[in-house]
């Protein structure tokens, strides 16, 4: 009688055992984490938006179907001079290479980020991912005339 009740209750044990399943929802964690799926997310610098105009005095801008030579030459000059500190036209450095801007930004709002970076990064999305992508280095104001910054954005169409 012993044997078969040790018998019996082996029996039930592994029974019980076998039909659990193996459902993981009711097992707690423990401290396990489950993996973030991290949403991939183009950087700022590879953003193409070419319908905001940023915010600033420039509203609007008809660019040439042909690049005024001299107008690009003096904005070289004052590329040259006043945002090579921080842009290189080949490359990203401190800030964003401008090469190939136009084809990534409105032309209005390349204008405003020149003239008026404070307010760009305040208030327009777009500047304000740039200044995180490019480690929160706010772009200096060089006080550009709007003469002076529409001749860099006729040089940047020639890069």
């Known amino acids: 009688m012993k044997n078969s009740l040790k018998l ?71 590329y040259d001079k006043m945002c090579t500190a921080c842009h290189k036209a080949e490359k990203k450095f401190i800030g964003p290479s401008p090469k190939g801007i136009l084809q990534r930004r409105s032309p209005e709002w390349v204008m405003n980020m020149i003239l008026n970076p404070e307010q760009m990064v305040k208030e327009d999305q777009l500047a304000k991912d740039l200044l995180m992508e490019f480690n929160g280095s706010p772009m200096a104001n060089q006080n550009l005339t709007r003469e002076e910054a529409r001749a860099v954005l006729e040089y940047f169409r020639t890069l």
């Open 8 to 78: 019996l209750t082996l029996f039930i044990t592994l029974l019980l055992f076998s039909c659990g399943g193996n459902d993981k929802k009711d097992e707690p964690s423990y401290g396990k984490k489950e993996p973030v799926k991290k949403e991939i997310k183009e950087p700022a610098s590879k953003r193409i938006d070419l319908n905001n105009k940023g915010v600033g005095p420039v509203t609007s801008i008809d660019l040439g179907l042909v690049v005024d030579q001299d107008m690009a030459a003096h904005g070289k000059e004052v």
